[in-house]
């Protein structure tokens, strides 16, 4: 059965892009990826990996006026930062639907500003600050397709719990 739950420690940035390079390597099109923690937390960081694992080449951490970019890898991937909305309505004027319809993968910053408008199959990604260098994640699947990305973890990157 797939797993559903994933949660570890990481003592880097390389080490967090190493769990997001895992995921990259195992999503499969359609998946919605939610990134939740505080300014600096790492979700940037995860989604560099993420992009990595899917075979992206060119990454660069997008200016802050633009809240939607795309990367072409294995899979298209959509990377969306909530940060400066002030209402979940106005992250269907980013055209969150034409993502989430596509087949790509959509990766959402600081998705706990509109988690009401996500559909059910997610994988929630939370970050927590633990020191300078240390972030607990805790990653979560609700569906099969988002449980199907956290089969390229092994047990052995971070610390699991
Ligand atoms: N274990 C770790 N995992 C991730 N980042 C780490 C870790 N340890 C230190 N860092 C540092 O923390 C910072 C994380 O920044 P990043 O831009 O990824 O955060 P963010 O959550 O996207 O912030 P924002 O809310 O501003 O978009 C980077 O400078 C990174 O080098
Ligand atoms: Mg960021």
């Known amino acids: 059965m797939a797993k559903h739950e994933w949660s570890g420690v990481s003592r880097s940035a390389d080490e967090t892009k190493e769990i997001g390079r895992a995921i990259g390597g195992a999503v499969e099109a359609g998946t919605l990826v939610l990134l939740i923690g505080q300014l600096g937390a790492g979700k940037t960081t995860l989604t560099q990996g993420l992009a990595d694992g899917l075979g992206v080449t060119a990454y660069t951490k997008s200016p802050s006026f633009v809240l939607v970019?795309?990367?072409?890898?294995?899979?298209?991937?959509?990377?969306?930062?909530?940060?400066?909305?002030?209402?979940?309505?106005?992250?269907?004027?980013?055209?969150?639907?034409?993502?989430?319809?596509?087949?790509?993968?959509?990766?959402?910053?600081?998705?706990?500003?509109?988690?009401?408008?996500?559909?059910?199959?997610?994988?929630?990604?939370?970050?927590?600050?633990?020191?300078?260098?240390?972030?607990?994640?805790?990653?979560t699947a609700s569906g099969p397709v988002s449980a199907q990305a956290l089969s390229g973890l092994p047990e052995g990157v971070g610390a699991t719990e």
């Open 69 to 139: 970019n795309e990367y072409q890898g294995r899979l298209s991937l959509f990377h969306m930062d909530l940060y400066r909305i002030d209402d979940p309505a106005e992250a269907w004027e980013l055209g969150l639907d034409d993502y989430l319809g596509s087949d790509g993968v959509l990766a959402v910053e600081w998705a706990d500003r509109a988690t009401s408008i996500f559909p059910d199959d997610r994988l929630e990604i939370r970050i927590e600050y633990l020191s300078d260098s240390e972030r607990r994640l805790s990653a």
